[in-house]
């Protein structure tokens, strides 16, 4: 009877968390600033041609390194 009470105690926690959570989310609006736009565009830059292409295993092991290192 206790572990139930105690399981009902921690559903009521996360319902009433969630509600807080939802009516905060509610009340405060994102706005992007300027400095987040010139990032954007800054990031644009250094993404390269292949933006948003996903790689499949050959392209990866292309650019992986797995021989190690030797030793002198």
């Known amino acids: 009877m206790t572990g ?7 559903f009521v926690l996360a319902l009433v968390g969630f509600a807080i959570a939802e009516l905060k989310g509610r009340k405060d609006k ?4 300027e400095e987040e736009i010139e990032a954007e565009e800054h990031e ?3 993404r390269g041609a292949d933006e948003g292409k996903e790689k499949n295993i050959r392209d990866i092991m292309k650019e ?7 030793a002198v």
């Open 4 to 10: 139930l009470i105690g399981l009902l105690g921690v």
């Open 30 to 33: 994102y706005v992007v600033s």
């Open 44 to 46: 644009k830059v250094f």
């Open 64 to 70: 992986n390194s797995t021989g190690g290192y030797s």
